[in-house]
């Protein structure tokens, strides 16, 4: 109505005129605070497409030199530009982008966590400064640039750290206008003058590396090692790991905490090795390269202080968290430190620091201090984010821990793991070398007044890229403009901060992620088996050294850090370092014995030792037991001993004296015993049969025997007489068979002259003639017997007899 009456030319009234004008502010008031409310509610939309477009190219700095410039130098850095999204990009310029000034420690480390571009943060680019053109950047290309600026045009007024971004700025097809498309943030630490007071800085320089050489030995007479594989060759070439560590090291100003394992590894490469190679052990050939390291590193010690860990780097947190459980654990760590420094010393020819025990990543809590100060060490590396510190600054390492009889020596956690990452692509190494080195110099102008001492205890076992890059940051702070190269000693040594920590933390602060890691307590049950069987065997052996001191380290290894993570390689170690030991400990044995009969009162049992060690044994007692000793009794007891005492590949017959009484079976029991009474090996049972013979049993079986003689004395006469009547009637039978005249040739003289006539010329007379006639001779008539008077004589001896 009233805009009808408007167009008519008539007007509203003055109240209705009031009227509208109150409806209209009423109305119009909420729309304009819509309106001017309109940009808030949509800036956080804003930025988040800032932000979003702002990763739309990977922007990556391979290079910035020097990395720690003074006034009159030229900073450059290169690296590249990637298109990572999907529209090409146009007119896009690469540009530096400098402040603000980095005023504490925690401030580098937010600016390091930030990614993308924030407006409210970033500095603009500098004005008058060089800038890169790339007209065009297709989707998923990349190109290199390179931005050289003198350091006056950086804007650095006051010595500090300041924060330098590299940016792209360029449109994209749906945005045509020139926004920050990525950015990549780094630091660049700036002290022209060296400050009055430097810090007092202290890196380790870790040589450790994993386990490689195993519990048997060759059996000659050097007792070459056998090491387990060949790995460890890999890091002692030129370029490997432990290469680049003994070359990059020898020119930097760092403290070196050696494994004595290592050395004595490879020094046993350099002597000569073998390899396991599945049964058999095959020569090593990397002699050579083992010599070369060794002579390197011998070299690149001189005139720098070495601190040996105990041997094989034992895990000292799961020993005090796992191993307390299982009795002589702590003799482990005893043992390893009491041949770490002599093993140095032989082989490098320094003498090194034993007084230092290192935690895994300086994690401590009351048990792992106890442990750790154990064997003799007195000063323990801890980390800050383990003994933390709630101070605006960071103090002195060294102070007392607990109840002050132990030094801590706490490394600084932020520029400890500055180098924990993969530093093989050039950025990632960059941006930690410029992070550190102003870490550094934040900490010195944190209290520049005061001189403080630190300490950096990098990761054990550095990969070739991270301390190749670790070496790149110590060679920046040569120029010891805020800095001043010391060692861990007198990092020891040095006046402790009254207001520093020396609380030692609860175990439950113990992170979790480490306890998780930690060797179980089957792993220590494992070692003390192994420790056990070692301690019985090495009693009985001419030349024990031969087997305590491979064995004995091969335990040592077992404990050590390197295993954490690797579970299963570890058990079988373990298992490997048994039963090489057992297989020695089976080479004396005892001879397995058949069952015997024993026969008469008494009698000897003889039981064989047998020893197939390349060593004699003695110190050993073989043990014979009766399990019936009213049956049969060795010495008059029940339990015989006798002394066993063997050379290298000999054998021996033990003799015990049994005495039966009573028949039947005994079961026996031989079992060899230490000196102490410790059994050794597996008892060896047999059984006697026992057959007691009386007096009057033997008469029984004497008398018997005499009358089987005498039987055959008999027959045997009998038998004769047989023989000579059948050969006398085998005579006759051969002369009726001659007929009458070979009878009348067998006739007497006196039957006249014919039969003479045929006995021949000059045939004597028969002597029996004689004899004859005087008796009445007999008739010519009468026939001649054919056979002889019978004779009841036996047969002259040695006649023949023919039957």
Do not use: C
Request: zero cysteines; a negative charge.
């Amino acid at each position: 109505m009233a805009e009808a009456a408007d167009i008519r030319g008539t007007g509203p009234s003055p109240v209705r005129r009031w009227l509208r004008r109150t409806l209209t502010a009423a109305l119009g008031a909420p729309l304009l605070a819509v309106l001017l409310q309109a940009p808030a509610a949509v800036s956080p939309a804003a930025a988040a497409d800032d932000a979003t477009g702002s990763k739309t190219v990977e922007v990556s700095l391979d290079t910035l030199s020097p990395s720690a410039p003074v006034e009159g130098d030229t900073v450059t850095v290169t690296g590249t530009v990637t298109n990572r999204g999907k529209q090409t990009i146009t007119g896009a310029t690469v540009n530096l982008r400098v402040g603000p000034k980095m005023t504490s420690r925690s401030e580098i480390e937010q600016a390091a966590g930030r990614t993308g571009y924030r407006r409210e943060i970033d500095p603009p680019p500098l004005e008058d400064a060089p800038t890169v053109r790339i007209p065009r950047l297709g989707a998923g290309l990349g190109t290199e640039f390179s931005l050289s600026v003198p350091v006056s045009a950086l804007g650095l007024r006051e010595a500090g750290v300041y924060q330098l971004g590299v940016s792209l700025m360029g449109q994209t097809p749906d945005r045509r206008y020139d926004r920050v498309l990525g950015i990549e943030r780094t630091f660049l630490p700036y002290q022209s003058e060296a400050t009055e007071k430097k810090t007092q800085f202290t890196y380790l320089w870790p040589l450790i590396a994993s386990s490689h050489v195993s519990a048997e030995t060759a059996t000659d007479d050097q007792q070459t090692p056998v090491f387990e594989d060949d790995a460890l060759a890999a890091e002692l070439r030129p370029g490997g790991r432990l290469d680049q560590m003994v070359s990059l090291g020898k020119d930097l100003p760092v403290t070196w905490v050696i494994d004595p394992d290592l050395l004595a590894t490879v020094d046993a490469m350099a002597n000569g090795y073998r390899v396991k190679d599945g049964t058999l052990h095959v020569p090593g050939t990397h002699q050579a390269l083992a010599e070369r390291w060794l002579d390197a590193l011998e070299k690149a010690v001189q005139g720098h202080k070495v601190v040996a860990l105990p041997f094989a780097d034992p895990d000292l947190a799961s020993l005090a968290h796992r191993g307390k459980d299982v009795p002589g654990s702590l003799g482990h760590l005893q043992s390893a430190t009491a041949v770490a420094g002599m093993t140095v010393e032989t082989i490098l020819h320094v003498q090194p620091s034993t007084d230092f025990s290192w935690p895994v990543e300086g994690a401590v809590d009351p048990a792992i201090v106890a442990v750790a100060t154990s064997a003799g060490a007195d000063k323990v590396i801890a980390r800050s984010d383990s003994v933390r510190d709630e101070l605006p600054y960071t103090p002195t390492a060294a102070r007392p821990l607990g109840n002050g009889s132990t030094t801590a020596v706490v490394s600084d956690a932020l520029l400890s793991t500055a180098f924990d990452g993969d530093m093989v692509r050039a950025e990632d190494s960059t941006l930690a070398v410029q992070k550190f080195l102003s870490q550094t110099l934040a900490v010195t102008l944190e209290q520049p007044e005061n001189q403080r001492s630190v300490v950096v205890a990098p990761q054990r076992m550095p990969s070739v890229a991270q301390a190749q890059t670790m070496a790149v940051a110590l060679r920046g702070l040569s120029g010891r403009r805020w800095t001043q190269p010391s060692d861990l000693l007198a990092a020891a040594s040095a006046k402790p901060d009254p207001n520093a920590s020396s609380t030692v933390p609860a175990g439950s602060r113990y992170p979790k992620e480490l306890r998780d890691r930690e060797l179980p307590v089957l792993a220590f049950g494992d070692m003390k088996s192994t420790r056990d069987a070692l301690n019985d065997f090495k009693v009985i052996l001419t030349s024990p050294d031969r087997v305590v001191t491979p064995f004995g380290n091969a335990i040592n290894r077992e404990m050590s850090i390197s295993w954490r993570g690797r579970t299963r390689a570890a058990a079988i170690y373990r298992a490997d370092v048994l039963e090489d030991l057992q297989g020695l400990t089976k080479g004396v044995q005892l001879v397995d014995k058949s069952d015997l009969t024993l026969s008469g009162r008494s009698a000897t049992i003889p039981v064989t030792v047998q020893n197939k060690l390349l060593q004699g044994v003695d110190h050993l007692v073989l043990r014979l037991s009766s399990s019936n000793k009213n049956r049969l009794k060795l010495d008059g007891e029940r339990v015989a001993d006798l002394p066993v005492r063997i050379g290298a590949g000999h054998s021996q017959s033990v003799k015990f004296t049994a005495t039966a009484n009573v028949n039947g079976q005994v079961p026996m029991t031989a079992q060899l015993y230490t000196e102490d009474g410790t059994p050794y090996g597996q008892p060896m049972r047999f059984t006697v049969k026992v057959s007691e013979i009386t007096p009057t049993v033997m008469l029984v079986i004497a008398g018997g025997v005499l009358l089987l003689v005498l039987a055959g004395v008999r027959m045997y006469s009998q038998r004769k007489r047989v023989a000579a009547r059948n050969a006398e009637a085998e005579g006759a039978e051969e002369a009726e068979e001659a007929g009458p005249a070979g009878e009348a040739g067998r006739a007497a003289p006196d039957a006249g002259p014919g039969a003479a006539r045929d006995a021949g010329p000059g045939a004597a007379p028969s002597p029996g003639s004689e004899d004859s006639g005087a008796d009445g001779a007999e008739q010519a008539s009468d026939p001649t017997p054919d056979t002889g008077p019978e004779s009841g004589d036996p047969s002259a001896t040695g006649e023949k007899v023919d039957r």
